[in-house]
C-alpha cells in the first residue's frame, strides 16, 4: 500500500501545486505594469521555469500541516536581488557527503543546486559539498575554517549531531560546539540553517539520546534566532503518517538515506529556502526568530 501512495504521489507531479509555484518573477509593487505583450511573454517564461522545476521533482509529500519558513535568509535574498553570485556551503557528515547514494549527482547537495538553478535560472549558484563521513561537531569545528568560512558563503546548511548520538556523545558538549561555530559563521556575515539527525532504526535505537540531541540543537537555533529543518520529524511522518517502510529511503545499513531519500530531503530544503527568500524579495515581514515547519 505505501509502495502504491508513492506511485500515486509520482502521478500527483504531472499537474503543478501552490508548492511548486515559482514567484521568483513576481514584480515589486513600484514597478509599472507592463503592456499585453509583456505579460504574455512573462506568463511563458514562468510556464517554462515551473514545468522544468516539475519534471526534476521526486513523488516526495511534505508532512502534513504544510511548511512554514525556516526564517529570514537576508545575505541569500539580497545576493539574489542584486544578481550577485551565491554561495551555499553543506557542511556535514556521510549524509552530507552522500553516502548511500548510487552517484554524487544524486546526493542532497547537488539536488539541491538542481532545484535553486531551476528555480533561479538567471542567478550563478554554487552549492559546496563539505561532507566528511565520520565527523560530528568537534571534528567539523577542527575544519570550519578551511572548508566552509575560507569560502565566504552566503549560507551554510549545517547537518550535525547523528554521529554525536551513535558515539554516545553528550548533547550538552556538542551544543557548545555547535554554538561556537554557529557564532563564527554569523561573525562571517553568513546566513545559517541546521540540520537535525536523521530518523532511522540505528538512530531510534537510541532514542533517548536523539531525542536530547534533537531538543539540544532546536533550543539552540530558537535562543540564536538561525533556521532549522527539522529532518528527523519529517522522516518520521514519511514512516509513521505515509506508512513509507524504511526500504523506500533508507539504506540496507539502517542509517544513511536512499536516492529518493535524499532527493525529498533535498526538495523539502529547497522549497524551504526558496519561500523564505522569496518572503525577503517580496517585501513580506519575516520574523526574526526560528520558524520551522512540524508535522501538526
Known amino acids: 500500500m505505501a ?14 501545486n501552490r508548492n511548486d509555484l515559482d514567484i521568483a518573477s513576481l514584480h515589486d509593487k513600484t514597478v509599472q505594469p507592463k503592456g499585453l505583450a509583456g505579460r504574455a511573454l512573462d506568463k511563458a ?33 539580497q545576493k539574489l536581488i542584486d544578481n550577485r553570485p551565491v554561495v551555499i556551503v553543506a557542511f556535514g557528515s556521510s549524509s552530507t557527503q552522500g553516502y548511500g547514494s548510487s552517484s554524487p ?4 547537495p547537488n539536488r539541491l543546486a538542481a532545484q535553486l538553478r531551476r528555480h533561479y535560472p538567471s542567478a550563478d549558484i554554487t552549492v559546496i559539498n563539505s561532507g566528511k563521513g565520520g565527523e560530528d561537531a568537534p571534528e567539523m569545528m577542527a575544519r570550519l575554517k578551511g572548508t ?19 558515539r554516545n556523545l553528550d548533547p550538552t558538549e556538542t551544543g557548545k560546539l555547535v554554538e561556537e561555530g554557529i557564532n563564527a559563521i554569523q561573525a562571517a556575515g553568513s546566513d545559517i540553517v541546521l540540520v537535525d539527525p536523521q530518523y532511522a532504526p540505528r538512530v531510534n535505537e537510541r532514542g533517548e539520546s536523539a531525542g536530547k540531541m534533537i531538543k539540544a540543537l532546536g533550543r539552540l537555533a530558537e535562543l540564536r534566532h538561525i533556521g532549522v529543518f527539522p529532518r528527523f520529524q519529517v522522516m518520521k ?10 526500504d523506500t529511503f533508507v539504506i540496507a545499513d539502517g542509517l544513511h538515506m536512499n536516492d529518493w531519500g535524499y532527493a525529498c ?20 515581514a519575516v520574523p526574526a526568530d526560528v520558524r520551522a515547519y512540524r508535522p501538526m
Open 3 to 16: 509502495r502504491a501512495q508513492v506511485a500515486a504521489a509520482q502521478a500527483a507531479t504531472t499537474e503543478p
Open 105 to 108: 549527482a544524486y546526493n542532497y
Open 148 to 166: 566552509v568560512l575560507d569560502a565566504k558563503p552566503d549560507l551554510v546548511i549545517w547537518q550535525v549531531g547523528t554521529n554525536a548520538i551513535l
Open 265 to 284: 530531503f533535498a526538495q523539502l530544503l529547497g522549497d524551504d529556502i526558496i519561500r523564505s527568500v522569496e518572503q525577503i524579495r517580496l517585501g513580506v
Open 237 to 246: 511522518d514519511w514512516h509513521e503518517q505515509q506508512a513509507l517502510p524504511f
Open 45 to 77: 517564461k514562468q510556464a517554462v521555469k515551473q514545468a522544468g522545476d516539475i519534471l526534476g521533482r521526486v513523488p516526495c509529500l511534505a508532512p502534513k500541516g504544510g511548511v512554514k519558513s525556516m526564517g529570514s535568509l537576508p545575505h541569500v535574498a
